[in-house]
T-cell receptor, first 119, second 113 residues
Framework: GAVVSQHPSWVICKSGTSVKIECRSLDFQATTMFWYRQFPKQSLMLMATSNEGSKATYEQGVEKDKFLINHASLTLSTLTVTSAHPEDSSFYIC???????????????FGPGTRLTVL | AQSVTQLDSHVSVSEGTPVLLRCNYSSSYSPSLFWYVQHPNKGLQLLLKYTSAATLVKGINGFEAEFKKSETSFHLTKPSAHMSDAAEYFCVVMASGTYKYIFGTGTRLKVLA
């Protein structure tokens, strides 16, 4: 239980285009979703926190106009990387906490990640 | 402020020998602590968590961790390593009141045949 999916698992795009990544909680209601970025051989860096129906809260140094986050329902959050550039290439991971099924509100459940490569 | 320190960036063990991954925490409150495992190019999988119940926590795949308040430690152990245990392990403390995670820098476990 407490499964989180991400789509796509990998994406390659041209510089200047926008890319949308979806994060879904499959068997519980995600009251809060988190978006992380991970560079090779490094730990996870929190980018933003989103609560369902509210605007996302971005961490210091993260450009909110570049990384658009929408959490419109209790099972879906999206991250859109706008006008992507090669330096945006990274591994993006979402997580969710919530209620229902096997989920516990004090635990984050992670998606499998999305590998973004910007050419 | 809360934090976690993973004392080893790399650990190598032989298959069948014990595993010890060390984590120390800093917290003004009774912390919620977690261990996650990440296999290459994958998301994070929860191994176990401590939330102020029993100090010895048993997790999946034979892993366990002991919360020691006097030593501010939450070390992860496994009696016998398996090749499939080779991965990156993260110790995490939850920031009180926000549900945000504070990650350690990770420990890469290598299992030798």
């Amino acid at each position: 239980g407490a499964v989180v999916s991400q789509h796509p698992s990998w994406v390659i795009c041209k510089s200047g285009t926008s890319v949308k990544i979806e994060c879904r909680s499959l068997d519980f209601q995600a009251t809060t979703m988190f978006w992380y970025r991970q560079f090779p051989k490094q730990s996870l860096m929190l980018m933003a926190t989103s609560n369902e129906g509210s605007k996302a809260t971005y961490e210091q140094g993260v450009e909110k106009d570049k990384f658009l986050i929408n959490h419109a329902s209790l099972t879906l959050s999206t991250l859109t990387v706008t006008s992507a550039h090669p330096e945006d290439s990274s591994f993006y991971i979402c997580s969710a906490r919530g209620v229902g099924g096997a989920a516990r509100t004090d635990t984050q459940y992670f998606g499998p990640g999305t590998r973004l490569t910007v050419l | 402020a809360q934090s976690v320190t993973q004392l080893d960036s790399h650990v190598s063990v032989s298959e069948g020998t014990p595993v010890l991954l060390r984590c120390n925490y800093s917290s003004s409150y009774s912390p919620s602590l977690f261990w996650y495992v990440q296999h290459p190019n994958k998301g994070l999988q929860l191994l176990l968590k401590y939330t102020s119940a029993a100090t010895l926590v048993k997790g999946i795949n034979g892993f366990e961790a002991e919360f020691k308040k006097s030593e501010t430690s939450f070390h992860l152990t496994k009696p016998s390593a398996h090749m499939s245990d080779a991965a990156e392990y993260f110790c995490v403390v939850m920031a009180s009141g926000t549900y945000k995670y504070i990650f350690g820098t990770g420990t890469r476990l290598k299992v030798l045949a």
